[in-house]
């Protein structure tokens, strides 16, 4: 009998051993046929001639991953290595995304041009009042773009053109300039594509081979708390001076990602006996003190992200951190306090755009509302109860809240987002404004490549994607669907869902009390956030934010903080086997 379990262990064994190689073989294949498809169409239709440089570039980038990410993997595990393909997966497929984008796509006024348009514009209106100059260089950058994007149109219909006189009548003087002098697409720098692929490594190597996990568990504090509020000055100070995050080449705000997570994972395994306790009714000897770190953790990040007008970031960081507590706990007490926070923050946001009630008497219903559903959930105890502390505090938020909306600078601050949901809410209302179009421009180009897409799309390389405004980072959702269809977009959506699946089975398999299973899931649940974030914005379910698909779309910041993420989770899953972190950080009441 145990010679019959030794070879059935060692057959599966062997078989896990071949699955990693086949699958990868496999993920190498499907990017490779999606750069290949995009070189081919690039072709025949583009107007730029693509590099076959960029993908084989494509597709040695992801071979690196799959084959040195599994070398330093310190143990075999079947989760990490699936994780690590469909992320490669989605990598490969985002590539080969945006080299059909990079080489069928309008040009645009550089920075530089558009700065010596800004220059002549002030000297032609000097003595003009400020909000004039600015609305004229505004108009003058709109009409080059414009001008840019019929040249390319018209370049596109000549090429096409071109083409079809040859096939028909062959090549003559009239035509071929059309097509033997289409210029080369530059190909992008070599280290903005390596760069995610060092992320990736770095980051499995750290959490696998190394005490790197531990390190963070012993010193989240440091790292985790005050890394976050101190990246949050950083994020402030940087983003003011160069205008907020649209004349930024960095973002620093990115990596909050990473360092929140980690103070939420030492926050709730100090403080365990309190969030997880039968009744809840156990407190820390000093529960104000409790409340203004989770209150500093929540609601600074999100501060900044108002005050630099990041709106992406601010959802799917906030979102994240009330579903890793509704992980974490399994309880609607912490759900329904913090998604109260973010409700009030809503309300402030919107301040008189909302229509159908005064936003003092929304704010001060939804905290009657929610005192009386926590009392409620503690069945209205009051003795060493949870309930008094958190109501008190959310009730101090909300004031808090209300009175820094009431300030000049604050109200300057919310102009964007108001401006935003009143789109939303009617998004071919134009309301006699003359920048209806440029506001609306790429929500309503995002539907109509919806609606070309249709079923099955038009294949890489047959739709029009290029038209959507910044369709390599904040819409690259839509472009997918105008090209692979519903099918298509339904596939990656699929791919992102099992990868969350699998990402917080790891979690659960490094134990929901460990330091480890923490971060894990952390890092995941903000993958998630940062997904439905990005898909409800494209798709107009919720107000445009502007952020960036995980692992799919372009940006140097963004994608190479979601492989540091990535490389976290694998290298955690596929670590070596130790003692549970969270053992050492925890805080039992007096008495207890």
């Known amino acids: 009998m145990k010679a019959t379990d030794t070879t059935s262990r060692e057959g599966n064994d062997s078989r896990r051993a071949i699955s990693y190689p086949l699958n990868a073989l496999l993920v190498v294949l499907i990017t490779a046929t999606a750069n290949a498809a995009v070189w081919f169409a690039g072709r025949e239709g583009f107007v730029q001639v693509p590099s076959i440089i960029v993908p084989l570039r494509n597709v040695a980038i992801v071979s690196l991953i799959l084959l040195f990410g599994r070398f330093l993997m310190s143990q075999r595990d079947r989760r990490a290595e699936l994780f690590l393909l469909i992320a490669t997966l989605l990598f490969g497929l985002g590539l080969a995304m945006q080299f059909r984008l990079g080489h069928d796509a309008p040009r645009q006024l550089a920075g530089r041009e558009v700065e010596l348009v800004a220059d002549t514009v002030r000297f032609r209106m000097q003595g003009e009042p400020e909000d004039s100059i600015a609305a004229a260089i505004k108009a003058r950058v709109n009409g080059y773009n414009a001008s840019l994007r019929r040249d390319f149109d018209q370049g596109r219909i000549d090429v096409r053109l071109a083409r079809s006189l040859e096939e028909e009548y062959g ?4 035509t071929s300039p059309f097509l033997q002098g289409r210029s080369t697409a530059p190909t992008d720098s070599l280290i903005f594509r390596i760069l995610p692929l060092l992320a990736a490594l770095g980051g499995i190597f750290l959490f696998s081979r190394s005490r790197f996990a531990a390190t963070l568990a012993s010193q989240w504090r440091a790292v985790g708390l005050y890394g976050s509020l101190a ?3 950083v994020t402030f100070l940087y983003l003011g001076s160069v205008g907020g995050i649209r004349g930024s080449s960095v973002s620093p705000q990115e990596l909050l990602k990473l360092s929140i997570p980690i103070a939420w994972a030492g926050l709730l ?10 009744s809840l009714a156990r407190m820390t000897d000093r529960p104000l003190v409790l409340w203004l770190y989770v209150l500093g953790l929540l609601a ?7 005050a630099v007008r990041d709106f992406g970031q601010f959802l799917a960081i906030g979102l994240a951190q009330i579903l890793l507590l509704a992980w974490f706990t399994r309880s609607t007490l912490y759900v329904l306090l913090f998604g109260s926070g973010l409700t009030i923050a809503s309300i402030v946001l919107l301040g008189n755009s909302i229509e159908f009630a005064s936003p003092v008497l929304l704010i001060l219903l939804v905290l009657l509302l929610t005192v009386l559903a926590l009392a409620g959930l503690e069945r209205f105890a009051t003795r060493g109860a949870l309930w008094p502390t ?18 000049p600078v604050v109200q300057k601050m919310l102009e964007t987002p108001r401006a935003r949901f009143m789109l939303w809410a009617d998004l071919f209302a134009r309301h006699d404004n003359p920048n209806w179009w440029d506001n609306s421009r790429q929500v309503v180009e995002a539907l109509y490549a919806f609606d070309a897409g249709g079923v099955v799309g038009q294949g890489f390389g047959g739709g029009s994607p290029f038209l959507i405004p910044k369709s390599g980072s904040d819409f690259i959702f839509a472009a997918f669907v105008e090209e692979l269809g519903l099918l298509g977009g339904i596939l990656i959506l699929l791919a992102f869902l099992t990868l969350i699946i699998i990402g917080l089975r790891i979690a659960a398999d490094r134990d929901r009390g460990s330091f480890a299973g923490l971060l894990v899931a952390g890092y995941v649940l903000l993958i998630a956030s940062q997904t439905f974030v990005h898909v409800a914005g494209t798709m107009n379910v919720m107000p445009m934010t502007g952020i960036t698909l995980p692992l799919v779309s372009s940006g140097m910041s963004s994608i190479v903080v979601t492989w540091l993420l990535v490389g976290a989770i694998v290298g955690i899953a596929a670590g070596r086997e130790g003692r ?4 050492d950080f925890v805080v039992v009441s007096k008495g207890k």
Do not use: M
Request: hydrophobic content about 60%; overall charge negative; charged content about 15%.
């Open 580 to 583: 549970k972190e969270g053992d």
């Open 269 to 278: 395994l100090r403080y365990r006996n309190v969030f997880l306790g039968e």
């Open 300 to 306: 600074l990040p999100l501060l900044v992200f108002v």
């Open 390 to 407: 958190a109501s008190i505090v959310l009730v101090g938020f909300g004031l808090l809240a209300w009175v820094a909306s009431l300030l």
């Open 171 to 174: 090549a003559s003087d009239t």
């Open 231 to 233: 990246l949050c000055a």
